[in-house]
């Protein structure tokens, strides 16, 4: 346990630093460096690649995949501030990077084909496929943390709740699973998981996110974006997401099942590696960014369930 806590601290010490950055260069550098050992734990460390130059090619292109979703929100977003001929290059850099990203798994994919049919005895078809599918899932989860950092005007505060959302979850999960925890959620892939720590997780999750929406409120009111401006839009968006980063949870357990693996790795002496400590993150940052890149759609839908509401009463 005195691992697992001075692993926890440097890491929290490690992150708040990134964050606070105001290069987000810098975030974008360690989101790819993450994304590449993710890769590496989900292809090398799970046995299911072993061929180097395959799972060396995987964590390249997802490392350059990250940094490219960075580069294409940069160029969008100083498109918007700038005119004339500079808005105009601004946006065909954000047109290029966004091209090199289509081409990103054509490229890997005619990669993958290659090392296959190189060593077709060696490597089964099925792993040769979960090697094409598996770098995209950290590259879109960390890419969409950069993406979040860059969502508004260099914001942090959707980003710590992504995390926010994620790890606490996990760990109210796991304290009211301990003590309360009778009924089993899924015996067949993560056998401590209970629905009392499941339900018990997220309200505490939840809860959280609120007290995150306060001091969001409180130390800078002016905000702009409708998510941390309005309670009625905050809260539906975290109740439905604290479940869901349970799924990237039990997703990356069934992995680890399938393969016979305790952890991914050890890079966090006490807490395994990056997929253990980011499995939830990776899986409900897309839908975060999703949700707040459409919240003018998803406002007005959610209005319009308030007014209906209110009309039955």
């Not at 050992?37 to 061929?51: D, F, Q, R, S």
């Not at 990669?111 to 770098?135: E, G, H, Q």
Request: aromatic share 12%; net charge positive; hydrophobic share 55%.
């Amino acid at each position: 346990m005195k691992v697992r806590i001075i692993s926890a601290l440097v890491g929290i010490v490690l992150l708040v630093g990134v964050l606070v950055c105001p290069y987000t260069l810098a975030l974008a550098v360690t989101a790819a460096l993450l994304s590449a050992v993710a890769v590496w734990e989900l292809l090398y460390n799970t046995g299911i690649m072993k061929n180097r130059v395959q799972v060396i090619g995987g964590m390249a292109i997802s490392a350059f995949g990250v940094m490219a979703m960075y580069f294409a929100k940069v160029a969008h977003n100083e498109s918007v501030v700038t005119f004339g001929d500079e808005h105009m290059q601004n946006l065909a850099r954000a047109e290029l990077w966004m091209k090199l990203l289509v081409a990103l798994p054509l490229i890997y994919g005619l990669f993958t084909v290659i090392v296959w049919v190189i060593n077709c005895k060696k490597i089964a078809y099925n792993n040769a496929c979960y090697s094409f599918l598996a770098p995209f899932y950290p590259t879109v989860g960390f890419g969409c943390m950069v993406l979040l950092r860059e969502l508004f005007q260099l914001d942090v505060w959707p980003l710590l709740l992504v995390m926010i959302i994620a790890w606490v979850s996990d760990t109210g999960a796991y304290f009211v699973g301990t003590f309360l925890g009778k009924h089993k959620m899924a015996p067949k892939i993560s056998p401590k998981k209970s629905w009392e720590g499941f339900f018990g997780g997220w309200v505490i999750s939840v809860l959280a996110s609120v007290g995150l929406f306060i001091l969001r409120t409180e130390t800078q009111p002016m905000y702009i974006g409708g998510m941390f401006q309005t309670l009625q839009f905050f809260l539906p968006v975290v109740v439905i997401l604290a479940p869901l980063s349970v799924v990237g949870d039990l997703c990356a357990s069934w992995i680890k099942r399938r393969t016979g693996i305790k952890d991914f790795g050890n890079i966090m002496p006490g807490h395994g590696g990056v997929m253990d400590r980011f499995d939830s993150v990776v899986f409900i940052a897309p839908l975060l960014y999703a949700v707040l890149h459409n919240e003018n759609i998803i406002g007005g839908w959610l209005n319009d369930v308030y007014a209906a509401v209110a009309g039955l009463f």
